[in-house]
């Protein structure tokens, strides 16, 4: 499967963006997906993952409660809605697809990756 990953920008603290991920091929819903983040000189980290039909969801501590994360099976595409945006969540994101039976954290369960969107928050 192919992942092509946008809508990021600048924003300012407080704003929010919202970051869409479309996969090509017709098995989307076969996948658990994620979003992971890099933020310069880091590693990479998980962000949220949400499972195949959707009902279970996972989030880092660090945006709980202000992201979120769903899909749209029909449309191929997973989103990341992200709100009350800080200064440290600046990064290129990345969206990622599993075909394992549970959802993950670990970015190396994770068989395919996106090109990744960068997002800027500026204070």
Not at 54 to 61: F, R, V
Not at 89 to 100: H, I, K, L, R, S
């Amino acid at each position: 499967v192919q992942l092509q990953a946008f809508g990021g920008g600048l924003v300012q603290a407080g704003g929010s963006l919202r970051l869409s991920c479309v996969a090509s091929g017709r098995t989307f819903n076969t996948y658990n997906m994620g979003w992971f983040r890099q933020a310069p000189g880091k590693e990479r980290e998980f962000v949220a993952a949400i499972s195949r039909p959707g009902g279970i969801t996972l989030y880092a501590d660090s945006v709980k409660g202000r992201f979120t994360i769903s899909r749209d099976n029909a449309k191929n595409t997973v989103y990341l809605q992200m709100n009350s945006l800080k200064p440290e969540d600046t990064a290129v994101y990345y969206c990622a697809a599993d075909g394992a039976s549970w959802i993950t954290r670990r970015n190396d369960a994770y068989d395919y990756w996106g090109q990744g969107t960068l997002v800027t928050v500026s204070s």
